[in-house]
């Protein structure tokens, strides 16, 4: 039994590991990484997708007040984004939280399989028409937050890539987005939390340590890796595995 809950320890260690390198590398896709290899190794999707979030209450917080002290942060964006993105996550995480897993697997796979494609699509166009208006703000953040609660990720990809591609600036659309990121990612884990129990989440644990020893290399990685081959391999790693358990 201690042979066992020690090989499951390890485990989740290795895959926050290397999805925290690839987000340190990227920007995004931690989330939806470390979701699909839970879903490929049996794990609930709703306890999946909590195992993720209550790991990202680590490195958020840890990324956001990294681009907070550099100033990185555009306080009245996250105003706007933040409120709109905690109820998303609220609302997502107790939808799945009260579905069966069988049932919503195969839509949060097919999700998934989408997000794959959409950073497919990113590495090959990674310049949209500009578009300064404001007006959207609030709805990617809550459109984010429901999807992101309930495919365990993909805030990253869809508010961060939705608010650049309208024109606001890089630095601080990054910066506001992770730094949101962490209230959100608190809302959803406590949602899960009242709705789950701890006991179900107790291996996160492993992803936490797996996602804290990672967090330092994220600059070294992306300062030594080219980007867009990244991004290619990370869109077919989520897409393929993904799309397994779609049928």
């Known amino acids: ?3 066992y809950l020690t090989a499951d320890l390890l485990l989740f260690v290795v895959i926050g590991f290397l999805a925290q390198i690839v987000d340190g590398a990227l920007g995004l896709a931690f989330g939806v990484l470390t979701t699909t290899s839970l879903l490929a190794v049996g794990v609930p999707p709703a306890t999946a997708s909590a195992m993720t979030h209550v790991t990202e209450c680590f490195t958020t917080a840890a990324s956001g007040l990294s681009h907070a002290y550099h100033r990185n942060v555009d306080w009245r964006l996250v105003a706007r984004l933040a409120p709109a993105g905690m109820a998303g996550g609220a609302i997502g995480a107790y939808l799945l939280s009260n579905i069966d897993g069988k049932v919503i697997e195969p839509f949060v796979s097919a999700y998934l399989v989408a997000v794959g494609l959409f950073i497919l699509y990113k590495a090959f166009n990674p310049s ?17 937050g429901v999807l992101d609660a309930m495919g365990g990720g993909g805030w990253g ?20 987005t992770n730094l949101t990121e962490f209230a959100v990612t608190m809302v959803i884990s406590v ?22 020893l990672a967090a330092p290399f994220g600059a070294l990685i992306v300062s030594r890796l080219p980007v867009k081959p990244l991004m290619i391999a990370v869109a077919l790693v989520i897409t ?5 358990r779609v049928f």
Do not use: C, Q
């Open 240 to 244: 393929g595995t993904a799309a397994v």
């Open 157 to 176: 990809p869809i508010v961060t890539s939705s608010l650049l591609g309208r024109g606001h600036n890089l630095r601080k659309v990054i910066g506001s």
């Open 1 to 3: 039994m201690l042979d």
């Open 191 to 212: 949602t899960f939390i009242l709705a789950l129990g701890w006991s179900e989440l107790s291996s996160a644990v492993g992803l936490i340590i797996g996602g804290v």
């Open 128 to 144: 949209w028409p500009r578009d300064v208006r404001d007006w959207i703000v609030p709805y990617v953040g809550g459109l984010g």
